[in-house]
């Protein structure tokens, strides 16, 4: 945190903020889905609340963007009317470290389309460890079981990573984001060509 | 001023008790214990907090849906059970006992969270809870502060979003008719809103730090919060409401710990 220049941290917190916004509306999407089919309805979207560690890391690059940012989002997600409580900050921790686990074995340094999709996976592993129990996943059929773990992990890649990048790519080329690291790449690749 | 105690809390303490009773929680598994509870926790944020019941049953009624589908999931795709004899009938449906105790116990116990998650929302101010977040938790103001910025940009963005339709509605771009139409334009409103509200955030940060902003844990603070022994008094009361209602499992013969039931 010490080597974080507050715009970043600002930057960080409204991505956050706004992204728990948009994970709030998503969420009687969730539920829709997740009564008609059961818990497995959840899956098919669930990428989408991960979608702010991808952003935030990708943009900011630096060590705890990725939980920092996911954690800030769960908790104003739950500020602005998630009723699942405080709980869900410790689902945003969870989620948070899956995607910050690929980043850090990257040493902070890989940021390209196969590493925010992974950090997608990242999430999604994690996060269904904790559904697991929390939920109780493990009264289902193994079958069923595996099934929701696989859809959660395409869903993290495709929507968190392919998703989130495409976002970020195009925020960058409005010129916003000249002064933090993906800003800075988009400009030397300019100059470069 | 009983029916304003619990908006009178300390928010983390109250955040911290809401947890370690989920905690909790999730190591029962008797349909009993979550339903007894669930019960208790409306009762005491109707008696002690100020809370709108209209509002708290809308709020609730999601929570009832997926505990439903969470029943009929839990019965249908159940685990093979260990004893397949003893079965109970469900309407025209026969299941075996162990699954209907185990889904009934699941459904209930999100009940249970959701009382207890509703408890919080209904009687906690959100920048009250940052702020003691801060102050109690050593949550960095950097944080805290770019949080309770972001916060204070909502309002703005919805602004912004109408002036974004406006303006597509000027120029003439259609609007999205179906569902699919609509995903393909969302980036039309969705990087204008995250562009201007980058655009902002860069500006506040700036305004902080040239009023002189460092980000430094020993500041002081308008709005001090404490903790008093009101907030563990409420800590160890919910608590105890626990260990009665286990006790009363326990006497009536429902309970049951986790012991492998998954």
Known sequence: ?193 | MMTMLLNQLNPSIKALTVIVMIFALTLVFDPFTPLVYCLFTIAITFMFGKVDGKKYFLYFLPFFLIAIGMLWTTLVFADAPKNAANTVQIFLWEFPKEDVVVAFSLALRMLAFASLSLLFIFTTNMVDFILSLMQQCKLPPKIAYGVLAGYRFLPLMKEELGQIRAAHQVRGVNRATNIKESIQQYKRFVIPLLAGAIRKAERTAVAMESKGFTGDKHRTFYRPFTLSWKDWAFFLFMFLILFITIFASIQLEYFQWYKGQL
């Open chain 1, 1 to 193: 945190m010490a080597h974080w220049r507050l715009k970043e941290i600002v930057i960080m917190s409204v991505l956050a903020v706004v992204f728990g916004v948009v994970y709030l509306f998503f969420l009687p999407v969730g539920n829709m889905l997740a009564a008609l089919m059961g818990p497995i309805g959840y899956e098919f979207i669930f990428g989408i609340w991960f979608i702010v560690s991808i952003i935030a890391a990708y943009i900011i690059r630096k060590p705890g963007a990725a939980f920092l940012s996911e954690t800030i989002a769960a908790t104003v997600e739950m500020l602005l009317g998630n009723a699942t409580g405080p709980i869900i900050i410790l689902v945003g921790i969870i989620q948070g470290l899956g995607a910050e686990a690929v980043f850090a074995a990257t040493r902070w340094k890989h940021y390209n389309l196969p590493v925010l999709m992974l950090a997608g996976v990242g999430s999604a592993i994690f996060s269904f460890v904790w559904g697991y129990f929390y939920s109780g996943y493990a009264a289902f059929g193994t079958g069923y079981v595996i099934s929701m773990l696989l859809l959660r992990m395409a869903s993290g890649a495709i929507i968190a990573g392919v998703l989130g990048k495409s976002i970020s790519d195009a925020l960058a080329k409005t010129g916003v984001l000249s002064s933090f690291a993906l800003g800075k790449e988009e400009r030397k690749k300019k100059v470069a060509s």
